[in-house]
């Protein structure tokens, strides 16, 4: 599969430079993804009964993906019938072997879109559109009766976040001790959770992390810190979020150090935020209005700087502070950094060393999560939104320092 290196540059107003949206570098070379198959068989009543959420057992066959924090999340084999549609893909999410929640993914516009355009290479991007538009108002009104008709009542409307910006609104039905959640109104994907009623609430953090003051939050993020013979000092915990197929690249970093921060919000959630639409371009994007309310959604101050400054990053690296970088890719040094994390020594910064260097604007953008350091030997430790394969990367500082664009330092 070729790489992706569409390159999208938007003005997006912070500053007064045209800064580049980082965009995608791999899909699926690093890593196939699970593809139920579909079924005309309808669940509905097997999710929602309640020794389901009683015994915590599901019915089916369930299939464990990676998760975070300890979490377990499994998909389920099949795509059945669920209130009245065929689902895309649906989740479980237990929390130390109890049922937190079912998360049914009806129509996501990336994939939607990328399907269509696979087995139609030559349909125009204003069919594909009124194509997704005419089947999203169907399953929108399909699932509503189908609601209707299990829970006898009319939803209510609630929110979940603190921020006008990443604010998302739901319907809510009441389904005895039940919550079903219907989440259709951003134009971009349609889906349903099916929750405890108790678990619901109005935050996008962490039921731990919301209970702590930000001293012993600080105190909690410093304890990740690990320090090593070697002169690493690396921040453990940060999540992997695999990107994909989909120009996640800001928006899954973004999500991977916000979660550690105690964020529950999921890369899908992000892209809604920041305007995403379709899968192949991040223009019209609002990437930095999402950054800053990622940030206020953690408790957490942002701070950006242009290029990658060494000095600071190692002091918020040592507090347990993540810090995200958008820089200039290049397949080639990619390459090295990927060795360094298996132990071959980084070229020495020497003026022909220095030609291959990808900055110029015209270099693809990327995102990268900053996970320490070696102040001994001038390197920094990184990890993209890829796969577990991609992490503890390294690179030169004065690499990072010419080839960055924006600097995103998160602090509590």
């Given at each position: 599969?070729k790489?992706l290196?569409i390159?999208i540059?938007?003005?997006?107003g912070?500053s007064?430079?045209c800064?580049?949206?980082?965009q995608?570098?791999g899909?699926?070379?690093?890593g196939a993804?699970?593809?139920?198959?579909t079924?005309?068989?309808?669940?509905?009543?097997?999710?929602i009964a309640a020794?389901?959420?009683i015994?915590n057992?599901?019915?089916?066959?369930?299939?464990?993906?990676?998760?975070?924090?300890?979490?377990e999340?499994k998909?389920?084999?099949v795509?059945p019938?669920?209130f009245?549609?065929?689902?895309?893909?649906?989740y479980?999410?237990?929390?130390k072997?109890?049922?937190k929640?079912i998360s049914?993914?009806?129509?996501?516009?990336?994939?939607?879109?990328n399907r269509?355009?696979?087995?139609n290479k030559?349909?125009a991007?204003?069919?594909?559109?009124?194509?997704?538009?005419k089947t999203?108002?169907?399953?929108q009104?399909?699932?509503?009766?189908?609601?209707y008709?299990?829970t006898?009542?009319?939803?209510k409307e609630s929110?979940?976040?603190?921020?006008?910006?990443?604010?998302?609104?739901?319907?809510?039905y009441k389904?005895g001790?039940?919550?079903?959640?219907?989440s259709?109104?951003?134009?971009?994907?349609?889906?349903l959770?099916?929750?405890?009623?108790?678990d619901?609430?109005k935050?996008?953090?962490h039921?731990?992390?919301?209970?702590?003051?930000k001293?012993?939050?600080?105190?909690?993020?410093q304890?990740n810190?690990q320090?090593?013979?070697?002169?690493?000092?690396?921040?453990n915990?940060?999540?992997?979020?695999?990107?994909?197929?989909?120009?996640?690249?800001?928006?899954?970093?973004?999500?991977?150090a916000?979660h550690?921060?105690g964020?529950?919000?999921?890369?899908d959630?992000?892209?809604?935020?920041?305007?995403f639409r379709?899968?192949d371009?991040?223009k019209?994007?609002?990437?930095l209005?999402?950054?800053?309310?990622?940030?206020e959604?953690s408790?957490a101050?942002l701070?950006?700087?242009r290029?990658?400054?060494?000095?600071?990053?190692?002091?918020?690296?040592?507090?347990g502070?993540?810090?995200v970088?958008?820089?200039?890719?290049s397949h080639?040094?990619?390459?090295l950094?990927?060795?360094?994390?298996q132990?071959?020594?980084?070229?020495?910064?020497?003026p022909n060393?220095r030609?291959?260097w990808?900055?110029?604007?015209?270099e693809?953008?990327h995102?990268s999560?900053?996970?320490?350091f070696n102040?001994?030997?001038?390197e920094?430790?990184?990890?993209?939104?890829?796969?577990e394969?991609?992490?503890n990367?390294?690179?030169?500082?004065?690499?990072?320092?010419?080839?960055?664009?924006?600097?995103f330092?998160?602090?509590?």
């Amino acid at each position: 599969m070729k790489f992706l290196t569409i390159l999208i540059t938007s003005c997006l107003g912070w500053s007064l430079t045209c800064l580049a949206i980082p965009q995608n570098f791999g899909g699926n070379l690093f890593g196939a993804t699970f593809e139920p198959r579909t079924i005309n068989e309808d669940f509905t009543e097997n999710l929602i009964a309640a020794s389901v959420w009683i015994n915590n057992k599901l019915p089916g066959t369930w299939k464990s993906i990676p998760s975070l924090d300890g979490d377990e999340v499994k998909i389920l084999d099949v795509n059945p019938i669920l209130f009245g549609q065929h689902s895309s893909s649906v989740y479980a999410n237990e929390e130390k072997g109890k049922l937190k929640s079912i998360s049914i993914l009806y129509l996501d516009s990336g994939k939607f879109i990328n399907r269509k355009r696979l087995s139609n290479k030559d349909q125009a991007s204003k069919s594909l559109k009124r194509e997704f538009k005419k089947t999203y108002d169907l399953i929108q009104t399909t699932i509503n009766k189908a609601l209707y008709k299990y829970t006898k009542s009319t939803p209510k409307e609630s929110f979940v976040g603190q921020t006008d910006f990443l604010r998302n609104t739901y319907d809510d039905y009441k389904f005895g001790e039940l919550t079903l959640r219907l989440s259709a109104d951003n134009g971009q994907n349609i889906s349903l959770i099916i929750m405890r009623s108790k678990d619901v609430s109005k935050t996008y953090l962490h039921s731990e992390t919301s209970k702590l003051v930000k001293r012993e939050r600080r105190k909690e993020l410093q304890q990740n810190v690990q320090v090593q013979g070697s002169g690493d000092i690396k921040i453990n915990g940060i999540p992997m979020f695999r990107q994909g197929q989909r120009p996640y690249c800001a928006i899954s970093t973004l999500g991977m150090a916000t979660h550690y921060l105690g964020l529950r919000l999921g890369t899908d959630a992000l892209a809604a935020g920041a305007k995403f639409r379709y899968i192949d371009t991040a223009k019209g994007s609002k990437m930095l209005d999402l950054y800053r309310a990622a940030a206020e959604e953690s408790d957490a101050v942002l701070q950006r700087g242009r290029s990658f400054d060494f000095e600071r990053a190692q002091k918020y690296i040592e507090k347990g502070f993540p810090i995200v970088v958008w820089r200039r890719y290049s397949h080639k040094r990619n390459q090295l950094h990927s060795a360094a994390a298996q132990g071959i020594k980084l070229p020495e910064s020497t003026p022909n060393d220095r030609i291959t260097w990808p900055t110029s604007k015209d270099e693809p953008g990327h995102a990268s999560v900053i996970t320490g350091f070696n102040k001994k030997t001038g390197e920094v430790i990184f990890m993209e939104s890829w796969g577990e394969h991609a992490r503890n990367k390294r690179m030169r500082a004065e690499e990072l320092e010419a080839t960055s664009y924006a600097t995103f330092y998160f602090k509590i």
